[in-house]
């Protein structure tokens, strides 16, 4: 069973006191662009799996493919561009819009009142295409310097693995600082499985929480980003 690392962090905080910092989650509303639905299907969320490659937008995708899925978008047969129950994809539609335009629901109706879906359609597309232009073009800048993107994983490397090892010692400390209770043993499950992953088995006679603190930033550092 796959536990969250907020699940561990909560557990271990109850045990020892605060010693990991557990994340506040940050959570759109759903007209403010928290929740895309699929554009072949507005029922469901808006997902890589989906089996219609026509459902789902990629950050990559080239701005032709992306004006070309937004016009074969799933909508109804109103022709009134207005957010409402049983409009479940011009509903979708316009939730993107105002998520990349910074529009409102009514300002959207307003501009498009008497026009068609296809108007509608369009502008939504071009709306995106711009606002996921400068991600695209800086991928493609950075993705042709491997030097630059190398120097990069190292040292985020390198940072991750003092982190990872100031981290480990403040919970062994906070550990042996109350010798009655034991330690979660799902954090000890854990750190046997990123040296086992990482390092190989642990010698016979090594404890493996003790085995991974010893060991877990040169593992760290030689790991690269794939």
Do not use: W
């Amino acid at each position: 069973v796959a536990l969250r690392a907020r699940d561990i962090a909560e557990r271990f905080n109850g045990l020892y006191g605060k010693t990991f910092t557990v994340p506040e989650p940050y959570i759109a509303s759903s007209q403010g662009g928290g929740k895309i639905m699929s554009l072949s299907d507005p029922t469901k969320k808006m997902s890589k799996s989906d089996e219609n490659p026509k459902g789902c937008v990629y950050i990559l995708d080239d701005p032709n493919v992306i004006i070309k899925k937004f016009k074969s978008a799933v909508t109804d047969s109103d022709m009134e561009v207005a957010y409402r129950e049983g409009k479940d994809g011009i509903n979708n539609l316009m939730t993107i819009y105002g998520a990349v335009t910074g529009f409102s629901m009514d300002s959207i109706e307003r501009d498009f009142a008497g026009l068609g879906y296809g108007d509608f359609k369009k502008d939504v597309a071009d709306a995106v295409v711009e606002h996921i232009r400068p991600i695209r073009e800086k991928y493609e800048e950075l993705s042709g310097d491997k030097a630059y993107l190398e120097g990069i994983y190292k040292t985020g490397a390198e940072r991750a693995g003092y982190i990872a090892e100031k981290t480990l010692k403040k919970v062994m400390n906070m550990k042996n600082r109350l010798p009655q209770t034991r330690p979660p043993a799902i954090l000890l499950k854990i750190l046997g499985r990123v040296m086992n992953t990482r390092l190989g088995p642990a010698p016979a006679s090594t404890p493996n929480a003790e085995h991974a603190g010893k060991m877990i930033r040169p593992a760290v550092k030689a790991t690269k980003v794939s």
